[in-house]
């Protein structure tokens, strides 16, 4: 499978535990994003990265989340003192975006982790 | 009020029916338009990826998007209980790649 790949699927942890979570994005793709999904919503925009250089970040992402991709290839999500509200789907989708080339290119995502805060 | 709104449903229909989902939108500066499928306990998966105005086919999906009147639609002609699922449409600004969802419509397709 050539697929972007989350890990772990599921995490079930007590409220003020650190969690991490880790996303490999499809092997030729330079561009990475995360989202968070709640039940009934759509994913919302949480960071995204090209290559290891972190681009944007949403105010979803409070001081306790950081994100890195440190060799420009898979990439860690850590949420720290977790809440209840952080139980969510979180999502991590790859794209390749050529710098000669205009637009935005489409986004592929994983199956993402969920993660229950006991 | 949110940027991009998109009826939850459900939405239940018979096999072979044609379906129509659609989203509307308030920023005039979304460029990229695109339809995902989502699963239970899965991931979005892309269906469609359109730019600007007009019309995409691709097998039973057609995409849709009015530009002058932000909206933008997907059509499914021939549904099967495989296509049940839920439907989140997304799009997304030319100088950034960040996608906007909508709240996914939810349908069921029953034989």
């Known amino acids: 499978d050539t697929g972007v790949s989350q890990d772990p699927r599921h995490k079930i942890t007590k409220r003020g535990q650190n969690v991490t979570f880790r996303c490999d994005p499809i092997s030729e793709h330079n561009r990475l994003y995360w989202y968070r999904q709640t039940l009934g919503q759509g994913p919302e925009f949480l960071t995204y990265?090209?290559?290891?250089?972190?681009?944007?970040k949403s105010r979803l992402l409070s001081d306790r989340f950081s994100a890195e991709r440190p060799k420009g290839s898979f990439s860690t999500l850590e949420i720290q003192r977790t809440e209840q509200g952080d139980s969510a789907m979180y999502l991590c989708?790859?794209?390749?975006?050529?710098?000669?080339?205009?637009?935005?290119?489409?986004?592929?995502f994983g199956d993402g982790t969920r993660l229950s805060i006991l | 009020q949110k940027e991009v709104e998109q009826d939850p449903g459900p939405l239940s229909v018979p096999e072979g029916a044609i379906v129509s989902l659609n989203c509307t939108y308030s920023?005039?500066?979304?460029?990229?338009f695109m339809w995902y499928r989502q699963y239970s306990r899965k991931g979005p998966e892309l269906l469609m990826y359109?730019?600007?105005?007009g019309n995409k086919e691709d097998g039973r999906f057609t995409a849709q998007v009015d530009k002058s009147s932000k909206y933008i639609s997907l059509f499914i002609r021939d549904s099967q209980p495989s296509d049940s699922a839920t439907y989140l449409c997304?799009?997304?600004?030319?100088?950034?790649?960040?996608?906007?969802f909508g709240t996914g419509t939810r349908l069921q397709v029953f034989p």
């Open positions: 920023n005039s500066a979304f460029q990229y």
């Open positions: 997304a799009m997304s600004r030319h100088n950034t790649d960040k996608l906007i």
């Open positions: 359109t730019y600007s105005s």
């Open positions: 990265f090209q290559n290891e250089a972190q681009l944007e």
């Open positions: 989708a790859s794209s390749f975006r050529d710098s000669g080339e205009p637009g935005n290119q489409p986004q592929h």
